[in-house]
């Protein structure tokens, strides 16, 4: 099975799992994507209570395992400044 490592970013209330916006299409879960999540340049950063397994099941649906690293725990993350997730600029 191939593998792909992932970057969870946090801070002290929440986290978000970033990833590519080309695999949230190449998945087909753009639209599947809440607006709780963040986008910023080529990246989106998936919210970690529903979004972040959405993305992990589509992966594993195509046969590909993620990975998980802990990037450093922050009092309040940039990611949060980021714009919503919005389907339409993916």
């Given amino acids: 099975m191939k593998t792909v490592t992932k970057?969870?970013?946090r801070d002290y209330a929440h986290g978000w799992l970033s990833v590519k916006r080309k695999e949230i299409k190449d998945l087909g879960i753009v639209h599947?994507?809440?607006?709780?999540s963040y986008m910023n340049?080529?990246?989106v950063y998936l919210e970690e209570d529903c979004d972040v397994e959405k993305?992990?099941?589509?992966?594993?649906?195509?046969?590909?395992e993620v990975k998980i690293k802990?990037?450093?725990?922050?009092?309040s993350s940039p990611v949060r400044r980021?714009?919503?997730?919005?389907?339409?600029f993916v």
């Fill in 32 to 36: 599947d994507i809440s607006s709780w």
């Fill in 55 to 64: 993305y992990i099941m589509a992966q594993k649906e195509k046969g590909v």
């Fill in 7 to 9: 970057t969870f970013l």
């Fill in 70 to 75: 802990l990037g450093k725990c922050v009092e």
């Fill in 41 to 43: 340049g080529c990246s």
């Fill in 82 to 88: 980021y714009n919503r997730y919005n389907p339409y």
